[in-house]
């Protein structure tokens, strides 16, 4: 059999396959259908310096192959999570990976030293949430916001810092490269685009909210893109995510240049999808002889 | 395994009323661990999203569940196509469901329209210590109101139009009750006037809510609702709850509404 085995960053994942941060709790309700280990990784929800109550409903609407989310990042703040749930989590044989959004440079600087004083796995710096008026969103559509996030928090982090895109901006591979030098070790793309849905018989938005991120299905083709110019720009290896539900799009996201997958919204309608996923990934390795997963990466052979 | 998903065959499926669809399915060991007013989510193939349809009965010894659903739009519609001998998809038991105590106090049971399925169980064992207050929109929006008598309880019927029983509002037969324990569910006008009554009474009262939801299970924090939450000093403060972890059921003084 293949060898799944990943390392971004100089963590070890012993398969390409993470759960997507806001879409998997702090893993407690997967637990029911199978040992979080299945998973490479876990990216726990968005955490906060405080708590936070997140968004009036509604905050989900569905989508054509797809759904809208303005969830609001609610969350119990970051000494919640170092106290209750990362303890648990590592004993679960998974990697994990601590989402953080902040209001302003200094929130995220803190919760950066906060958590480097554990044993948390990695540091993903949530520059992209659109549903919160300061959820970092206005940090990450700037390569002059990108720069300046990821340099400041750099200085007090002394885990490995991955750095998660948005997709609402003009030319990706520029913020990618924004963020590789200035002290990345890692891009995570594509967080959701922003969209909205109108009920035509109250002619009320259907999100509280008026707009959510759209993700699933429907944004897999726009994440192979991203991911695809970033790969060409950059170093760093690209964890990419984005609408992948089957293990034919993991494999499309690594050729176009991922080193690792997250999936997310997959998990809503099939919580099985990891271990699905992962069977195919390996049964696609044998029968193209690759010996190992790391060889798909960026193995798209462009016109 | 607190819940599970699951291919369950239906074995039954009736139109109880235009657009309002009634399935039975093998559920295997499901029926067992269900609880009245737990809720299943369903798998809807070519969506992303799964539905939540609540619990409306259960046989543990047949190993069934039954499903009330009405067609509300795509998701819905392409579930009452479903006919015997297709499996549904369900995710399931999820949420907490009513806590049924003893079922010799008398119970006050509150439906209104699609609202009325998940309390066909807890109704059932209550039997003829249970009033059942249901409202519909017209008599052809009616449904299972033989099998609320059949199970021995009082039900009392209320429509829009006046097509059936009392024309007006369900709450308007409050006067004539005297319950111990009150469930309800339906729209949030009808949940908000039946927690008024209960306050107002000092009686027990349990409602079930509904909200957009994606996981099912608490972990994508999409099915909000607002709640009071007891705070360190001893006093209340507003949160946001999650239907299909806290809830379906909520004591009515914990909603805000
Ligand atoms: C705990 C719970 C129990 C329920 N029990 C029943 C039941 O027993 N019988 C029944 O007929 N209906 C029940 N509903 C309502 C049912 O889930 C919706 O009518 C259904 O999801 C509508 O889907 P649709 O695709 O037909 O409509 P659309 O409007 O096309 O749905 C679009 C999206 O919005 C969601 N949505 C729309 N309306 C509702 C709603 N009222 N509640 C929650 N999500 C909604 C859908 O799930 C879907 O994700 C219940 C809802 C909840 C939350
Ligand atoms: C309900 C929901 C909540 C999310 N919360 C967060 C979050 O807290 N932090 C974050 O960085 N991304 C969050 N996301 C974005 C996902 O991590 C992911 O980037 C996006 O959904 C695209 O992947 P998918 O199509 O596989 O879901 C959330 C997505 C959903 C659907
Ligand atoms: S639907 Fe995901 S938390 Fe309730």
Partial sequence: MADLRVTIAGVEFDNPLIAASGTFGFGREYMEFYPLSTLGGISCKGITLKERAGNPPPRIAETPSGMLNAVGLQNPGVDHFIQEDLPWLKTQGTKVIANIAGNTPEEYCEMAEKLSGTDVDMIELNISCPNVKQGGVQFGTTCAGVSDITAQVRKHCTKP????????VADIAEIAAAAEASGADAISMINTLTGMRIDIHTRRPIIRNNTGGLSGPAILPVAVRM??????RVKIPIVGMGGVSRWEDAVELMLAGASAIQIGTAFFSNPYAPIEILDGVAKYLEQNQFASVTELTGKVQAW | MKYEVKQCRILQKQELAKGIFSFVVDAGALAQKAK???????LVPGKTLRRPISICDMDAQKQTLRFVLEIRG??????AGFEPGQDMDLLAPLGNGFDV????????????????????????????????????RSQEAAILIDDFQ???????????????GHHGLVTEYFGQVQPDVIFACGPMPMLKAVSEFAEQKGIPCQVSLE?????????????ACKVYRPTEDGGMSETYGHVCKDGPVFDSRKVIF
Avoid at chain 1, 161 to 167: Q, T, Y
Avoid at chain 2, 118 to 129: C, D, E, T, Y
Avoid at chain 2, 211 to 223: N, Q, S, V
């Fill in chain 1, 227 to 232: 991911v695809w110019q970033a790969a060409n």
């Fill in chain 2, 150 to 164: 059949q199970a021995g309880c009082n039900v009392l019927i209320a429509t829009d139009d006046g097509s059936l």
């Fill in chain 2, 211 to 223: 909200e957009r939801m994606a996981c099912g299970i608490g972990a994508c924090l999409g099915c």
């Fill in chain 2, 74 to 79: 795509e998701g819905t519609q392409i579930l």
């Fill in chain 1, 161 to 168: 810092l991955m750095v998660k895109l948005s997709p609402n």
């Fill in chain 2, 36 to 42: 009245p007013g737990q809720f299943a989510n369903i």
């Fill in chain 2, 101 to 136: 105590g003893d079922c010799n106090r008398k119970a006050l049971f509150v439906g209104g329209g699609i609202g009325v399925p998940p309390l066909l169980h807890p109704a059932k064992l209550f039997g003829q210590h249970a009033t059942v207050a249901l409202g519909f």
